[in-house]
């Protein structure tokens, strides 16, 4: 059986496949950004639900990148976690 980490580093060498997973890339990072947020701050996606008034599934959806947060959404978010927002923009 194939380790995930093997199975990525396989598909990752096909060229569309690349492309298609940089081109995702900003959207993973906001995902991992929210999930890492979260997780310092050993809370559930429901206690982030309450904290910012709002569905526990609309939590799960930010984090999955099913949904592009506002910015607003983004600061209610660190709030709740007890983070803060920073967007950069880089070259």
């Known amino acids: 059986m194939m380790?995930?980490?093997d199975l990525?580093?396989?598909l990752l060498n096909r060229s569309d496949v690349r492309a298609e997973y940089e081109a995702?890339?900003?959207e993973f990072s906001i995902a991992?950004?929210?999930i890492r947020a979260r997780s310092e701050a050993d809370m559930t996606q429901t206690d982030v639900a309450e904290k910012m008034h709002t569905s526990q599934s609309y939590v799960?959806?930010?984090e999955g990148g099913?949904?592009?947060p506002s910015i607003?959404?983004?600061q209610r978010y660190?709030?709740?976690t007890g983070s803060r927002l920073k967007i950069s923009l880089e070259r």
């Open 3 to 5: 380790k995930l980490n």
């Open 8 to 10: 990525k580093a396989d």
């Open 24 to 26: 995702l890339a900003e």
């Open 32 to 34: 991992e950004a929210l």
């Open 60 to 62: 799960a959806k930010m």
């Open 66 to 68: 099913q949904v592009s």
């Open 72 to 74: 607003k959404a983004l």
């Open 78 to 80: 660190a709030a709740a």
